[in-house]
């Protein structure tokens, strides 16, 4: 069985069945919660240690969340002496406030 539809300007895609999810958890099924949760806090820029404390994860981890991020074009890395600095990108803090921020829109009633 093969179900098609139209896809085209001006046509949404169908409701998922379990309905419209809340953005931050749609945004966390695409990037992951760990990574989801770092853009949030790296509003403010921070050490690799003080997003791990805030992810509660290892520095090891925290750097290759922040590397995937970055390769993503989402935070910005830049070091000074020994220590590193992660901050979001104008695209990481647009992509962070559609998933905490946005309201939910629902599918009009057929």
Do not use: F, I
């Amino acid at each position: 069985m093969v179900l098609t539809y139209p896809a085209g300007p001006g046509l949404g895609l169908p409701p998922s069945p379990e309905g419209v999810q809340d953005p931050y958890e749609a945004l966390a099924g695409v990037l992951g919660r760990t990574r989801a949760e770092a853009l949030r806090v790296l509003a403010e820029p921070r050490t690799t240690s003080a997003l791990a404390r805030a992810l509660k994860v290892s520095n090891a981890t925290a750097s290759a969340h922040a590397a995937a991020l970055r390769a993503a074009g989402l935070v910005t890395t830049a070091r000074t002496g020994r220590s590193v600095s992660h901050e979001r990108t104008p695209l990481g803090g647009l992509l962070a406030a559609t998933g905490a921020e946005a309201p939910v829109t629902r599918a009009p009633e057929p």
